[in-house]
Nanobody
Framework: QVQLVESGGGLVQAGGSLRLSCAASGRTFSSNAMGWFRQAPGKEREFVATINWTGGSTGYADSVKGRFTISRDNAKKTMYLQMNSLKPEDTAVYYC?????????????????WGQGTQVTVSS
């Protein structure tokens, strides 16, 4: 089992930045690929970014490419999402997720463990 807790969400103006954190506990964190997803009101949960077990391979949704950066610190069992140049359409609940495999994934069905989410609101 892997337990995940997100933090760092909040209210920010358009053009601003936030850094989300996802702290993991339980079984070994370093053997899990990880991802960030988000869900806006009335919409399905969508992929944002993913990172493999070493941090050497990453992937991003087109909508965030060039603005968001995913990273991880296996010694601290923590994953991060640095979000810059935020837009109102980035407003959503952001979830971190873990896979029971080493490689990246961009579909919700590929993930086995989920956090409770953290709200990000971007005002125009």
């Amino acid at each position: 089992q892997v337990q995940l807790v997100e933090s760092g969400g909040g209210l920010v103006q358009a053009g601003g930045s936030l850094r989300l954190s996802c702290a993991a506990s339980g079984r070994t964190f370093s053997s899990n690929a990880m991802g960030w997803f988000r869900q806006a009101p009335g919409k399905e949960r969508e992929f944002v970014a993913t990172i493999n077990w070493t941090g050497g391979s990453t992937g991003y949704a087109d909508s965030v490419k060039g603005r968001f950066t995913i990273s991880r610190d296996n010694a601290k069992k923590t994953m991060y999402l640095q979000m810059n140049s935020l837009k109102p359409e980035d407003t959503a609940v952001y979830y971190c997720a873990a896979r029971s495999v080493l490689g990246i994934g961009s579909y919700t069905r590929e993930y086995d463990y989920w956090g409770q989410g953290t709200q990000v609101t971007v005002s125009s």
